[in-house]
């Protein structure tokens, strides 16, 4: 079983940005896909973004596409979110996942097979 470490969250105004990392360990972190996951006050965990094991494909929910990057660093067993233009709906805990399978992009909760635990991100309006 991977582990998962995630950090970079913190306290930004709106249009700021921030960048957040997740490392993982126990496992070769190329053989997992990665997917990022945010839950604000009161609601479910939602998708944000993922990433395929070699890091040649993404998704992206709607309306972070084009503020929010995922990318991975396979060598130092990485995968980071980079936001910009950050907005106070943006608000919120942000977990990254990791799913064993290597070629593979999934927007699924249920898929994911590991989760680190978590860290906050607040954007002031």
């Known amino acids: 079983q991977v582990q998962l470490v995630e950090s970079g969250g913190g306290l930004v105004q709106a249009g700021g940005s921030l960048r957040l990392s997740c490392a993982a360990s126990?496992?070769?972190?190329?053989?997992?896909?990665m997917g990022w996951f945010r839950q604000a006050p009161g609601k479910d965990r939602d998708f944000v973004a993922a990433?395929?094991?070699?890091?040649?494909?993404?998704d992206y929910t709607d309306d972070v596409k084009g503020r929010f990057t995922i990318s991975r660093d396979n060598v130092k067993n990485t995968v980071y979110l980079q936001m910009n233009s950050l907005k106070p709906e943006d608000t919120g805990v942000y977990y990254c996942?990791?799913?064993?399978?290597?070629?593979?992009?999934?927007?699924?909760?249920?898929?994911?097979?590991?989760w680190g635990q978590g860290t906050r991100v607040t954007v002031s309006s």
């Open positions: 990433i395929s094991g070699p890091g040649r494909s993404t």
């Open positions: 996942g990791a799913v064993a399978r290597k070629y593979y992009t999934t927007r699924s909760y249920a898929e994911y097979d590991a």
């Open positions: 126990g496992r070769t972190a190329s053989n997992y896909a």
